[in-house]
């Protein structure tokens, strides 16, 4: 009589280690963005997984590739959701307004990235520059934005003299500042930036402070 095989197909044994690799760097993310660097432990996550730390090791190689495999999802995801923007078929105000309220909006529901951003500086950017994946990560929506600032300025909506990191920054400091500085800005103004009844009057803020920096203080 043939014995039947013990050992399930390829294909399906990939799928299981992609699962598990997800789920420990879903659980790792949401740790290392509560704790920090210093302070999330594999153990934890471990535990928090149904997995080992011998696995995660296996999967990660160590503690810090784990980190930095988390600031690379997490970059990722920011960076698809900035890509999605349609700017061929936007005229320049439109396109530059929709991909500052999508800034608004990846910033606002995920404030797990924002934590990992600050604690990453925290560290001046050590671990990032590891990374071979985010070194040029930033290419894409710089182009994004250059495309949108060529249309602008060859139709004339766009005069101020302003490059594609120039904008970006000026989206990102907005964004950015709102969630990760929310709670010392309460206390110091008693507003909670992030509260419902601010958030649609923020969110198209944003989009005409940089359409407006950009037609150089004009009206439309």
Same mark, same amino acid.
């Given at each position: /009589? ?5 050992? #399930?197909? =390829?294909?399906e ?13 879903? +659980? ?9 660097? !210093?302070?999330?432990? +594999?153990?934890?996550i ?8 011998? /696995? ?9 590739? @784990?980190? *930095?495999?988390?600031?690379?999802k ?14 061929e078929?936007? %005229? ?7 991909? !500052? ?13 924002i934590?990992? *951003? ?9 671990? $990032?520059?590891k ?7 930033g =290419?894409p929506? @710089?182009?994004?934005?250059?495309? $949108?600032?060529?249309?602008? #300025?060859?139709?004339?909506?766009? +005069?101020?003299? %302003?490059?594609?990191?120039? +904008?970006? /920054? &000026?989206i ?6 709102? *969630? ?8 110091l103004?008693?507003?909670? &930036? ?11 803020? *944003?989009g005409e /402070? ?10 439309p």
């Amino acid at each position: /009589m043939t014995s039947q095989p013990t050992t #399930r197909p =390829t294909g399906e044994r990939r799928r299981d280690a992609d699962r598990t690799r997800a789920e420990i760097l879903q +659980v790792a993310q949401r740790e290392f963005a509560r704790s920090g660097y !210093a302070g999330a432990r +594999v153990d934890e996550i471990a535990e928090l997984t149904r997995t080992t730390k011998r /696995m995660i090791y296996y999967y990660f190689g160590s503690k810090e590739k @784990l980190y *930095v495999a988390v600031l690379e999802k997490a970059y990722f995801e920011v960076r698809a959701a900035e890509r999605a923007v349609d700017v061929e078929h936007l %005229a320049p105000e439109e396109a530059i307004r929709t991909l !500052a309220e999508l800034t608004f909006d990846h910033h606002d529901r995920h404030r797990d990235f924002i934590k990992l *951003v600050a604690i990453e500086n925290i560290h001046e950017g050590r671990h $990032i520059r590891k990374s071979e994946a985010l070194a040029n990560l930033g =290419t894409p929506v @710089l182009d994004v934005i250059s495309r $949108i600032l060529d249309a602008g #300025r060859a139709g004339g909506d766009f +005069v101020t003299e %302003a490059d594609a990191v120039d +904008v970006h /920054m &000026m989206i990102s400091a907005f964004c950015f500042f709102r *969630v990760a500085n929310q709670h010392t800005f309460g206390a110091l103004f008693g507003r909670d &930036m992030t509260a419902p009844e601010h958030r649609d009057r923020l969110r198209a803020m *944003v989009g005409e /402070m940089v359409v407006s920096y950009l037609r150089g203080g004009q009206s439309p």
